[in-house]
């Protein structure tokens, strides 16, 4: 079941703030979180766990709620360079690494 | 360290043909998932190796098959091609199956006439 991103697109002026959101009606084990530019292969920026443990960039940070199957990803103080898609990939079973991802939220920067 | 590579970076087929792509993994890593991205489009989980053996699939026909080499490079091998077939076609590699990252390649543009 691909899991649900919103908002499908956002536009911002550099400096601002952002949340994109991620949606399961499954249980989950995990969520991956991606950008991919324009022509360029998805680049990895955090994985959140099940039980609390997450691992990515210092400078991104992102929530999960088990329960209610949910995934944020809060990208502050926006800099032209964050622009890109962002794609949520959930896991549901340990040791699997299956992706499912979400259809992605195009986010422009502009100065 | 390099990076994931993948080969050929683009494509052009006619419907029916049969087409290979090649994917090299990062040092160190023994797992390679396969994905099809359509234009404007999340990527597809076709399947996963893990130490040459596949480890997982996702919805896609037996026309779509792999194989992994003891080097862990892949390849992903589509037979009797069809227009829909056309897109991006992703491999990613990870140092094991547990809570890892994976380190994608830049993708074969594969079209299909």
């Known amino acids: 079941q691909q899991p649900v991103q919103s908002p499908q697109a956002v536009i911002l002026r550099e400096g601002e703030d952002a949340v994109i959101n991620c949606s399961s009606s499954?249980?989950?084990?995990?969520v991956h979180w991606y950008r991919q530019k324009h022509g360029e292969a998805p680049v990895f920026l955090m994985i959140?766990?099940?039980?609390?443990e997450q691992k990515g960039h210092e400078k991104i940070s992102a929530s999960f709620n088990e329960k209610k199957q949910q995934s944020s990803l809060y990208l502050t103080a926006s800099q032209l360079s964050y622009s890109g898609t962002y794609f949520c990939?959930?896991?549901?079973?340990?040791?699997?690494?299956?992706?499912?991802f979400g259809q992605g939220t195009r986010l422009t920067i502009n100065p | 360290e390099t990076g994931v590579t993948q080969s050929p970076t683009h494509l052009i087929k006619t419907r029916g043909q049969q087409v290979t792509l090649r994917c090299s993994s990062q040092?160190?890593?023994?797992?390679v998932s396969w994905y099809q991205q359509a234009l404007g489009q999340g990527p597809q989980f076709i399947f996963q190796?893990?130490?040459?053996?596949?480890?997982g699939r996702g919805n896609f026909p037996p026309r779509f098959s792999g194989l992994q080499f003891p080097n862990y490079s892949s390849e992903l091998n589509v037979n009797a091609l069809e227009l829909d077939d056309s897109a991006l076609y992703l491999c990613?590699?990870?140092?094991?199956?547990?809570?890892?990252?994976?380190?994608f390649g830049p993708g074969t543009r594969l079209t299909v006439l």
């Open positions: 190796y893990y130490r040459e053996e596949e480890n």
């Open positions: 959140l766990l099940k039980g609390g």
């Open positions: 499954k249980a989950l084990y995990s």
């Open positions: 990613a590699s990870s140092p094991g199956l547990r809570d890892n990252e994976q380190f």
């Open positions: 990939g959930t896991e549901q079973g340990q040791g699997a690494q299956k992706l499912v």
């Open positions: 040092s160190g890593h023994n797992t």
